[in-house]
């Protein structure tokens, strides 16, 4: 079985789905890997160390996608690269972000069976796979060293000769992989940190970490089976923002991470409370993408509104390129291991692991959550 690694060719993404290191060990296992040239260049792992860990170079992309029975990848492919894949090829990367109607017709109709890692379930035995964990932490973390970049304030302590300074006051709404990561990361800081989320269960730990968490009424079934928040109602959520509002008047940076598989993300700072904050507060919005918590949140862009400034973080995780790769490179490989760990080397469809996260098999979609997403925006076109 042959494995092609492509390089990305999103503008913005700096990572590569498996570094040399891996790539050498997938190759003890008995695969052959195929990298396209220049894939690892911007996370710094040059073409002769994918050589010296015995990977095969190849230059054209057309080559390599047509070459190979499995494709391992960070960005959903466009349409350019669907169509250069061979016929009953194995796609494994993110996919969430491209699944439209055509998109996915367009992959049943060259017959690839895609696996989306973002929809592999929440499990003790997948957490080493879990892809959408470990970039989180990264995001959590580069968020902080974002908020002080911006910030015109210490975040510590400070006892000097022209007096003492008090610490940098932070607020995390939503405390999962990434709220955590930026609670303990602010907290090396020297930051004074509070936190915020809806679940009851994360209480002991944003405690245990140091910062405060902020009471509220807590939801019992405010997560999901698979451990994903879930959405609330209009009532909880104009409660939610009353709590929110009347802390970030108190705060100087406020992160934000709340976000709904699968949905848009819920407004958590509205125009009118931005406009109380402190001038010079810093908001980093990590739902940018899904619309933001912020309601002037604007992805990609770093905006000042009221004194405030609002930054639009995207693909956090691609600005560590280093470390990010060599995480996604561990999870993705123990997902295809995982697939591929059976008596035939067919994928085993009554997994759980399997299942939920396999999106198109033998010219259908078979992942009932996008069916679902699909259902339901064909019915407001």
């Known amino acids: ?14 990572r590569v789905s498996v570094v040399p290191k891996t790539a050498a060990q997938l190759i003890k296992d008995g695969y052959d890997v195929v990298i396209e040239s220049g894939a690892g260049e911007a996370s710094y792992f040059s073409d002769t160390e994918y050589e010296q860990a015995g990977t095969t170079i190849i230059s054209d992309p057309q080559l390599l996608y047509s070459g190979v029975d499995v494709i391992l990848k960070i960005c959903p492919p466009q349409r350019h690269e669907v169509e250069m894949m061979n016929s009953g090829l194995i796609y494994i990367g993110f996919l969430s972000s491209a699944l439209d109607s055509e998109f996915l017709e367009l992959m049943n109709e060259r017959n690839i ?191 000042n509104k009221y004194g405030v400034t609002i930054c639009g973080a995207v693909n956090l995780p691609s600005t560590l390129s280093i470390d990010a790769s060599r995480m996604y490179s561990r999870n993705i490989t123990q997902f295809f291991r995982h697939l591929c760990n059976t008596k035939n080397g067919v994928p085993d469809f009554e997994d759980k692991i399997t299942k939920d996260s396999c999106v198109t098999y033998k010219g259908e979609i078979v992942n009932e959550i996008v069916k679902k997403a699909l259902q339901k925006k064909g019915s407001h076109t």
């Not at 079985?1 to 700096?14: D, F, L, Q, T, Y």
């Not at 089976?225 to 959520?237: I, L, Q, R, S």
């Open 113 to 303: 069976t895609s696996f989306a890692i973002e929809f592999i379930p929440r499990i003790s035995r997948s957490q080493s796979m879990d892809a959408l964990s470990s970039m989180a932490s990264i995001a959590g973390y580069r968020a902080v060293l974002i908020a002080a970049q911006h910030l015109g304030k210490f975040f510590p302590l400070m006892m000097t000769a022209a007096g003492t300074i008090p610490p940098a006051r932070v607020l995390v709404i939503g405390a999962g992989v990434a709220g955590l990561q930026a609670i303990a990361t602010a907290r090396r800081l020297g930051a004074k940190v509070e936190a915020f989320d809806t679940r009851p269960a994360v209480k002991e730990q944003v405690e245990s970490l140091g910062a405060q968490f902020v009471e509220m009424e807590l939801v019992k079934d405010a997560e999901t089976v698979a451990g994903y928040a879930k959405e609330m109602t209009d009532e909880f959520m104009r409660k939610e923002r009353k709590i929110i509002g009347n802390r970030i008047t108190h705060n100087h940076v406020v992160i934000t991470t709340a976000q709904v598989f699968g949905k848009k993300a819920p407004v958590l700072i509205t125009e009118e409370m931005v406009k109380k904050m402190q001038k010079g507060s810093v908001i980093i919005d990590l739902a940018s993408e899904q619309g933001g918590n912020c309601e002037l949140t604007e992805a990609g862009r770093n905006i």
């Open 1 to 14: 079985m042959k494995i092609g690694i492509p390089k990305e060719i999103s503008e913005v993404e700096r």
